[in-house]
């Protein structure tokens, strides 16, 4: 502890002082200035960048005293110089966002922040930078001075704007406007309003018996009815063979269907069609990232990346490395070019979540000073997978997978997994042991959607009404399947996915039905790949985040991403959560109980919010300043799971919350 009031006095005693450069956005289009820098275009900068490359809007947003800058970057379509001589390449533009250091020129250059996906978008900016002033210094903390912040729509992102978004605003040499590039979404089925007949047939072949097809019909239905696989109270499709073929087929025939579609067409100025899904990978967006590099003549580019995020910034790192200067990876996404890979580490990030967690539920039984042992103990974790594995009792098992997989799989459960993994030991423990206490009422059993209307319903509506058809991501894995099947080389098709999934269930039971739908996702792509290098670089210094119990990265990702590059640091945290998530601005409220517990000569209290708020400062500390926190570091957490009545009531609140809103209705058929 005595460590820790160190670190906070540093932190709260360091205040630094800056103001934000008033300069109007028209000083943003200036002439090239005289200034020499051979690792970068010399002259340009973040307010006078290279006007054929980057355009700063013309209207500057303003929130809570923070200006950010809109803008458009324009980019070549593919990254391959050796083409130019021959090829008139097609430019596309993404949009960008940034929030200017307040003294400038900015100490360090660009910040990167990435926060994952692949699908968040430049909204990553305003998150981070809330969630990141964890001293409540809004842009008077050091890393707001010392860096130009920035966050980019990667290719196949469209972030939400308004009516006063601008078109991209460069031109091809013969008038021809240079477009963004398209979003990624897949909707192909439906908006080809294909009934189910026509998609047996184009599944299985024309000659396809009415038998046959007959006995598909309810497959269909229900996949493209729930947008995949669901948990209903008819059961878990996840856990059935011929549901998880008629996935992958249908997801298959989406993907097919998406790629070929005109949308996703280019030509190039001198007459040559391009397919963009061919070129949406992560390499893609490392060069992307250097031209914006590039464009405000800076020398070095800094990432932060978070999940995903740690794919971008170590293939950046690999890639660009004399162009790399601070690298952190939170929760890390090891870019593996093998489906089978990926597939084995989405499962096991579940799988050792979920064992942490039933671990610390059995421990609090045997340890004879807790106030509220955890309901579902002893043999929490055996008690649950007999639940979901009864298949005399289908229903029950389905609400039990359901509570899981809104755990592990929904921000709300990511963010207060506390809360309610709570609600689903109480309700192991009702149905287990048949020990009811009031932790799980009746009224959780709506979670559960009815089999009440199927795909043609649906379809007969949209016809019906002369509708046009929903332009939505129909399975929810459009970027995903984009940027992940891009970058990764090996594929399954049916049969051996299959395969792969009968032995992925015979390990890890839990984590193989919560995450396979990835390892489908990739394996339906039908580009061919174009994969990462193998990632890492011995020149640079990163930072790695690995995080014990994180439900969508793998820790083991974490340690290998440590051994590819071997100059960087790793720090563990204990908790439980994806990545390494920042507390937001507790630090004054922290400051104020460490300075009371001083003067009443009493130890702090050690909560989970005070390790997060010392092992997050390290990592700012690296960005701004470069020294890394020591290797192989643990943040360690006062105690992994709480399970107390007020958790309980807790989680019982965010269920009934979000079983009023209609979001979570959507959410629960997508």
């Not at 406007?177 to 024309?206: K, N, W, Y």
């Not at 064992?355 to 008690?383: I, V």
């Not at 890890?508 to 290098?533: E, K």
Request: net charge negative; with cysteine; aromatic share 10%.
């Amino acid at each position: 502890m005595a460590r820790f009031a160190c670190l906070v006095l540093v932190l709260f005693g360091s205040a630094a002082e800056g103001r934000l450069n008033s300069e109007p956005s028209a000083r943003l289009r200036g002439l090239k200035e005289e200034v020499s820098n051979e690792k970068a275009d010399a002259g340009w900068s973040f307010w006078n960048p290279d006007p054929e490359v980057l355009v700063w809007d013309e209207q500057v947003s303003m929130e809570e005293g923070v200006q950010s800058y809109f803008g458009w970057l324009k980019t070549p379509l593919v990254h391959d110089m050796a083409m130019l001589p021959y090829e008139a390449m097609p430019y596309v533009c993404l949009r960008v966002r940034a929030i200017p250091a307040t003294e400038q020129p900015a100490k360090h250059g660009p910040l990167l922040l990435h926060c994952g996906g692949p699908g968040t978008g430049s909204s990553c900016l305003e998150w981070s930078s809330y969630s990141w002033d964890i001293n409540g210094e809004g842009n008077q903390s050091r890393l707001h001075k010392d860096f130009d912040w920035w966050a980019l729509d990667q290719r196949g992102v469209v972030t939400e704007g308004d009516m006063t978004t601008p078109p991209c605003p460069f031109n091809y040499s013969t008038g021809e406007p240079i477009l963004p590039f398209p979003r990624m979404q897949c909707h192909e089925i439906v908006s080809s309003r294909l009934g189910v007949d026509q998609i047996v047939r184009l599944t299985l072949g024309a000659n396809v018996s009415e038998n046959v097809s007959r006995e598909a019909t309810p497959y269909v239905e229900s996949i493209l009815r729930f947008k995949g696989l669901r948990v209903t109270v008819s059961g878990i499709q996840h856990f059935k063979e011929t549901f998880l073929r008629w996935y992958y087929r249908l997801l298959k025939l989406e993907h097919s269907l998406c790629y070929n579609a005109p949308r996703f067409k280019l030509q190039s100025p001198s007459g040559r069609e391009y397919n963009v899904l061919q070129f949406g990978g992560t390499v893609d967006l490392a060069h992307d990232i250097d031209q914006f590099r590039r464009a405000v003549g800076a020398s070095r580019m800094s990432i932060f990346g978070a999940s995903y995020g740690t794919a971008v910034a170590g293939v950046y790192g690999t890639i660009f490395a004399k162009y790399t200067h601070h690298l952190v990876l939170d929760g890390v996404v090891d870019p593996f070019p093998d489906v089978e890979e990926r597939g084995v580490l989405f499962a096991k990030s579940i799988t050792a979540t979920w064992n942490g967690m039933t671990r610390a539920c059995d421990l609090s039984a045997m340890d004879s000073g807790a106030e509220e042992p955890c309901r579902a103990a002893p043999l929490s974790e055996s008690k649950t997978l007999s639940l979901i594995q009864d298949s005399s009792n289908p229903s029950r098992a389905a609400f039990i997978f359901q509570l899981l997989a809104l755990l592990f799989g929904t921000g709300v459960g990511l963010t207060h997994p506390h809360s309610l993994a709570s609600v689903v030991f109480a309700c192991v423990e009702k149905y287990a042991d048949g020990q009811d206490n009031g932790g799980c009422p009746d009224w959780l059993l709506s979670i559960l959607p009815a089999d009440d209307l199927g795909y043609t319903e649906i379809l007969s509506q949209i016809v019906a009404a002369t509708m046009t058809p929903p332009e939505m991501d129909w399975f929810g894995l459009g970027i995903q399947t984009l940027v992940l099947g891009t970058d990764t080389a090996g594929r399954l098709n049916e049969e051996a996915f299959i395969r792969w999934w009968h032995a992925s269930m015979l390990m890890q039971p839990l984590g193989t039905p919560l995450s396979f739908a990835m390892v489908v996702g990739i394996s339906t792509w039908p580009a061919t790949a174009r994969p990462v290098p193998p990632m890492g670089d011995a020149s640079i210094s990163p930072v790695i985040v690995g995080n014990l119990h994180d439900p969508r990265t793998a820790y083991t990702s974490a340690q290998l991403a440590r051994r590819a590059f071997p100059q960087s640091h790793l720090v563990t945290w204990q908790g439980i959560g994806h990545c390494l998530r920042p507390p937001g601005p507790v630090g004054k409220g922290l400051l104020a109980e460490y300075e009371t517990a001083k003067q009443e000569h009493h130890l702090m209290n050690y909560t989970e919010e005070l390790a997060r708020y010392d092992c997050f400062s390290r990592i700012l500390s690296f960005i701004d300043t470069g020294n890394s926190p020591l290797d192989g570091h643990t943040c360690i957490v006062p105690r992994l799971l709480d399970t107390s009545r007020a958790r309980l009531e807790q989680g019982l609140a965010m269920f009934k919350k979000v079983l009023n809103r209609s979001e979570f209705n959507q959410a629960l058929n997508r």
